[in-house]
């Protein structure tokens, strides 16, 4: 036979035998399963702060500079953002190396 589980009801105190949900008040008790709704209801919330999440002003700059008609603006821009990308490259590098001789 399978093991027998006592949950007692935090809403309403009544003791359960064998159920998720308590069958006085419906409320639910099984805590592991509350444990992962509440993980499910974070991550979608997560998700939908990162779909609502704008980009900063700097990026957005740069992605309508690179695709302007006009080429006074677009040639400095291509130069900014390609200087740009070589010193992150650099940065990013360095960090590498040094993470690689401290541990």
Same mark, same amino acid.
């Given at each position: 036979?399978?093991?027998?589980? /006592?949950?007692?009801?935090?809403?309403?105190?009544?003791?359960?035998?064998?159920?998720?949900?308590?069958?006085?008040?419906?409320?639910?008790?099984?805590?592991?399963?509350?444990?992962?709704?509440?993980?499910?209801?974070? +991550?979608?919330?997560?998700?939908? +702060?990162?779909?609502?999440?704008?980009?900063?002003?700097?990026?957005?700059?740069?992605?309508?500079?690179?695709?302007?008609?006009?080429?006074?603006?677009?040639?400095?821009?291509?130069?900014?953002?390609?200087?740009?990308?070589?010193?992150?490259?650099?940065?990013?590098?360095?960090?590498?190396?040094?993470? /690689?001789?401290?541990?």
């Amino acid at each position: 036979m399978g093991k027998v589980a /006592y949950r007692k009801c935090s809403n309403c105190g009544t003791v359960n035998v064998n159920s998720d949900y308590c069958e006085n008040c419906g409320e639910l008790i099984n805590i592991k399963l509350k444990r992962q709704l509440a993980r499910e209801a974070n +991550d979608i919330k997560k998700q939908e +702060d990162k779909a609502a999440e704008k980009p900063n002003a700097v990026t957005v700059f740069f992605k309508k500079a690179l695709k302007h008609p006009n080429l006074l603006i677009k040639i400095p821009a291509v130069i900014f953002y390609s200087i740009w990308v070589v010193v992150m490259s650099i940065g990013a590098f360095i960090a590498f190396l040094f993470s /690689y001789i401290v541990a």
